[in-house]
């Protein structure tokens, strides 16, 4: 029996459900959210305390429209609510000089003539005298970029769609959904809820709640690591306020990983926050059966990596902690209506690199579920280019394609 009808449900409040709910909340609609979890936990793909924000998109030139309205998103949210979200430090992008991230991020800069440098090995060097790249390295140097704080942002867009009036349910795990003539029905482990529409914006837990879609989803167990820096005389650093530094990524010399890494945000105890994108390090998994624990053979293999690029990085890790990524194969996002029920809006497979996007992506669910539409261009995002079925219903798809 049905026990609330409401407007809109969206399903997951993390990274993007909250982003979600606050826009549809904004606009006017009855909306409903439901998260298996508390606010901002750390269970999913949004905690860790930082994610770094880019425009020179190696992944794509395409991506940088998005990424300008994503930057005043983010400015926006932090003049509505007062939270401070977004910090500008700086951003470099290594590697050879035929490199995907080097050649990538000086195409997308060239395309949108973004303001950036190009640096040699002794450039990066004569900047920053803790990194100590190969001899061959290049790198793009970004001003524009920085870094966000995760649960601070979920925090302020679960508290604005709290105070527009959105109804948002913790601790309440969706057990299942399903299409109905006129709407929806969402099943819970406590009650059920009928809507005109659903957005379904499970992260990691997308491969179960679209099971029967098939995407070719696959959920990837991430550590971030903390480490320290040592601060010895034999170091030649005094403390870390010598430890000037930006957002930075490199890619290996075999181009099979990068290793990224954040300034000493959280002060001297804080560690510098450390991870490696792809590579054999990283291991599968499903979002119910992920290992939490970090062995200590991951974090000697990191460090060691790491002392590679920052030679003055200690062999004591402050703390690790583990994460999720949700890949699709080709790294994309999955955004749009469902291929098979036009009343839900599905938004997954972010691949690692989704967070700066939320305030953007937000206004693009919201889009679809008022307009069937956006203006935004999400068209590489269409759900359907994963599917193998060819007899898909792709007449009516709503996104204008780039
Ligand atoms: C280690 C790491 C580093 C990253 N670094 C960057 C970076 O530097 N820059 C960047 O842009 N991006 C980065 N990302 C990617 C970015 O964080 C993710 O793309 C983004 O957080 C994914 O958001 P999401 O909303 O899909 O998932 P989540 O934020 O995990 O939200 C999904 C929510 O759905 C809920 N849920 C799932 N199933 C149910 C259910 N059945 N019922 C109710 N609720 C449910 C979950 O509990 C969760 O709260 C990184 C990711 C990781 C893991």
């Given at each position: 029996?049905?026990?609330?009808?409401?407007?809109?449900?969206?399903?997951?409040?993390?990274?993007?459900?909250s982003a979600t709910?606050?826009?549809?909340?904004?606009?006017g609609?009855?909306?409903v959210g439901?998260?298996?979890?508390?606010?901002?936990?750390?269970?999913g793909?949004?905690?860790?305390?930082?994610?770094?924000?880019?425009?020179?998109?190696?992944?794509?030139?395409?991506?940088?429209?998005?990424?300008?309205?994503?930057?005043?998103g983010?400015?926006?949210?932090?003049?509505?609510?007062?939270?401070?979200?977004?910090?500008?430090?700086?951003?470099?992008?290594?590697?050879?000089?035929?490199?995907?991230?080097?050649?990538?991020?000086?195409?997308?800069?060239q395309?949108?003539?973004?303001?950036?440098?190009?640096?040699?090995?002794?450039?990066?060097?004569?900047?920053?005298?803790?990194?100590?790249?190969?001899?061959?390295?290049?790198?793009?140097?970004?001003?524009?970029?920085?870094?966000?704080?995760?649960?601070a942002?979920?925090?302020?867009h679960?508290?604005?769609?709290t105070?527009?009036?959105?109804?948002?349910?913790?601790?309440?795990?969706?057990?299942?959904?399903?299409a109905?003539?006129?709407?929806?029905?969402?099943?819970?482990?406590?009650?059920?809820?009928?809507?005109?529409?659903?957005?379904?914006?499970?992260?990691a837990?997308?491969?179960?709640?679209?099971?029967?879609l098939?995407?070719?989803?696959?959920?990837?167990?991430q550590?971030?690591?903390?480490?320290?820096?040592?601060f010895?005389?034999?170091?030649?650093?005094?403390?870390?306020?010598?430890?000037?530094?930006?957002?930075?990524?490199e890619?290996?010399?075999?181009?099979?990983?990068?290793?990224?890494?954040?300034?000493?945000?959280?002060?001297?105890?804080?560690?510098?926050?450390?991870?490696?994108?792809?590579?054999s390090i990283?291991?599968?998994?499903?979002?119910?059966?992920?290992?939490?624990?970090?062995?200590d053979?991951?974090?000697?293999?990191?460090?060691?990596?790491?002392?590679?690029?920052?030679?003055?990085?200690?062999?004591?890790?402050?703390?690790?902690?583990?994460?999720?990524?949700?890949?699709?194969?080709?790294?994309?996002?999955v955004?749009?209506?469902?291929?098979?029920?036009?009343?839900?809006?599905?938004?997954?497979?972010?691949?690692?690199h989704?967070?700066?996007?939320v305030?953007?992506?937000?206004e693009?669910?919201?889009?679809?579920?008022?307009?069937?539409?956006?203006?935004?261009?999400?068209?590489?995002?269409?759900?359907?280019?994963?599917?193998?079925?060819?007899?898909?219903?792709?007449?009516?798809?709503?996104?204008?394609?780039?």
């Amino acid at each position: 029996m049905v026990s609330r009808s409401a407007g809109v449900i969206v399903i997951g409040l993390g990274s993007f459900g909250s982003a979600t709910a606050a826009e549809l909340a904004g606009r006017g609609l009855d909306v409903v959210g439901l998260e298996t979890f508390g606010p901002a936990h750390d269970q999913g793909s949004g905690h860790g305390g930082s994610r770094i924000i880019r425009q020179s998109y190696f992944e794509g030139a395409d991506y940088v429209p998005l990424l300008r309205s994503a930057y005043a998103g983010w400015r926006r949210l932090e003049e509505r609510t007062g939270a401070q979200l977004l910090t500008l430090c700086g951003g470099l992008y290594i590697g050879s000089e035929t490199s995907p991230i080097f050649a990538g991020a000086c195409a997308a800069a060239q395309r949108w003539e973004l303001p950036h440098e190009v640096l040699d090995a002794d450039g990066i060097r004569a900047r920053f005298p803790v990194l100590a790249p190969a001899d061959d390295a290049m790198a793009v140097w970004e001003e524009n970029a920085g870094y966000l704080r995760p649960e601070a942002a979920i925090r302020a867009h679960l508290d604005l769609a709290t105070e527009r009036g959105a109804e948002l349910h913790f601790g309440e795990r969706v057990m299942d959904w399903r299409a109905t003539h006129d709407g929806v029905e969402v099943i819970t482990e406590q009650q059920n809820y009928a809507a005109d529409r659903l957005v379904i914006t499970a992260g990691a837990w997308a491969p179960v709640l679209l099971r029967d879609l098939g995407l070719p989803l696959i959920v990837q167990r991430q550590v971030m690591y903390w480490l320290q820096p040592e601060f010895t005389a034999a170091s030649g650093y005094r403390d870390y306020t010598d430890w000037r530094l930006p957002v930075y990524i490199e890619e290996s010399a075999s181009r099979d990983h990068q290793i990224y890494g954040f300034p000493m945000i959280d002060g001297p105890d804080g560690g510098l926050k450390i991870g490696i994108h792809h590579g054999s390090i990283i291991r599968e998994s499903t979002a119910d059966d992920l290992d939490r624990t970090v062995s200590d053979a991951e974090i000697a293999a990191v460090t060691e990596r790491a002392q590679q690029l920052l030679p003055a990085i200690g062999a004591r890790p402050v703390r690790a902690k583990v994460c999720m990524y949700t890949m699709t194969p080709d790294e994309d996002f999955v955004v749009g209506r469902h291929p098979d029920h036009d009343r839900v809006i599905i938004a997954c497979g972010f691949s690692g690199h989704g967070f700066k996007f939320v305030p953007v992506i937000g206004e693009v669910l919201a889009d679809l579920v008022q307009h069937g539409a956006t203006g935004h261009p999400v068209g590489m995002f269409d759900p359907c280019r994963m599917l193998s079925s060819s007899d898909r219903d792709r007449t009516g798809w709503p996104l204008q394609s780039r």
